[in-house]
């Protein structure tokens, strides 16, 4: 069964935005904290960001602070990433997942930024 189901990746350039979005299950969404992971050829899956299911706070690894901004909207079970002043290093596969055990990984959405 489908957990997520993501989107909203795409080719940009240095300096650039996306907005990537996620939908969950309702049974996983309400009960679990989310966090967006990225994965780049050759490397480890690693988060990102995160949100809890309660309170909605978050944190974000050192690379993305001040330029990533993770929310959710509870009614659509919809985790957003947004994503700013996007740099070369950025460029990955994102993927969301419950956090900090990830369930069923999903086909996740190609992001390239361009220099």
């Known amino acids: 069964q489908v957990q997520v189901v993501e989107s909203g990746g795409g080719l940009v350039q240095l300096g650039g935005s996306l907005r990537l979005s996620c939908v969950a299950l309702?049974?996983?969404?309400?009960?679990?904290?989310m966090g967006w992971y990225r994965q780049a050829p050759g490397n480890q899956r690693d988060l990102v960001a995160r949100i809890t299911a309660i309170g909605g706070s978050t944190n974000y690894a050192d690379s993305v602070k001040g330029r990533f901004n993770i929310s959710r909207d509870n009614a659509k079970n919809t985790v957003y990433l947004q994503m700013n002043s996007l740099k070369p290093e950025d460029t990955a596969v994102y993927y969301c997942?419950?956090?900090?055990?990830?369930?069923?990984w999903g086909q996740g959405t190609q992001v390239t930024v361009s220099s």
């Open positions: 309702r049974t996983i969404f309400r009960i679990f904290a």
């Open positions: 997942n419950t956090h900090p055990v990830p369930g069923s």
